[in-house]
């Protein structure tokens, strides 16, 4: 069974511009969350979905925005970048998002902002 | 407010070594903890999930335990390999009802030397 896929797993933007992050669940699951994840933060919880809605939402700007497709794969989107927004974007999946259901992470993209 | 504090912040131990990761939290209503073990570059893996119930659980060398009295958690790794270098995460979530919610400590970063 294939894991959580994540594209790019690199990507170098300058400050102003836009990104938009891919994330494949593994097959069947269909609760898909974002992370941000920083050397001085650690890992801050961006948002959850779960059959196309968000379920769930952290404490970032609206700058950051994302949506799920009827198969499950789902887009983060990052607009008018920010130095600060230089970190690790990790994707997880899970079968529901409630209760013990293990979360499996993606690889990351690691997003660069100059 | 709902934290996860772990320590020590980073750590060395020369191989074959063993070692303890602490993790304490202030998380209400507690439903379960879990520890990750994050390789550089790449995504988190669950080690171990513990429940308010379990007192112990293991994986091979990795031993978590709980403490529900005193909110405290503990990773013991047995007989210590390079391989054993990563960060390692604890995370636990808070669940009642229909309010559902990741606290994730800041981790552990483990260096093994030869």
């Known amino acids: 069974k294939a894991g959580v896929t994540q594209t790019p797993r690199y990507l170098i933007k300058t400050r102003g511009q836009q990104v938009t992050l891919s994330c494949s669940p593994i097959s069947g699951h269909r609760s898909v969350s974002w992370y941000q994840q920083t050397p001085g933060q650690g890992l801050q919880f961006l948002f959850e979905y779960f059959s196309e809605t968000q379920r769930n939402k952290g404490n970032f700007p609206g700058r950051f925005s994302g949506r799920q497709f009827s198969n499950s794969r789902s887009e983060m989107n990052v607009s008018t970048l920010e130095l600060g927004d230089s970190a690790l974007y990790l994707c997880?999946?899970?079968?529901?998002?409630?209760?013990?259901?293990?979360?499996?992470f993606g690889p990351g993209t690691r997003l660069t902002v100059l | 407010k709902n934290q996860v504090e772990q320590s020590p912040q980073s750590l060395i131990i020369l191989e074959g070594k063993n070692c303890t990761l602490q993790?304490?939290?202030?998380?209400?209503?507690?439903?379960?903890l879990r520890w990750y073990k994050q390789d550089t570059g790449r995504g988190p893996v669950s080690l171990t999930i513990m429940t308010f119930s379990e007192n112990t659980k293991s994986n091979g060398r990795y031993t978590a335990t709980l403490d529900a009295d005193t909110k405290q958690s503990s990773l013991h790794i047995t007989a210590s390999q390079l391989s054993d270098s990563a960060s390692y995460i604890c995370?636990?979530?808070?669940?009642?009802?229909?309010?559902?919610?990741?606290?994730f400590g800041a981790g552990t970063r483990l260096a093994v030397h030869p």
């Open positions: 993790c304490n939290y202030t998380v209400s209503p507690f439903s379960n």
């Open positions: 997880a999946s899970s079968l529901v998002p409630s209760g013990s259901n293990e979360q499996f």
């Open positions: 995370v636990v979530r808070a669940q009642s009802g229909g309010y559902n919610k990741l606290i």
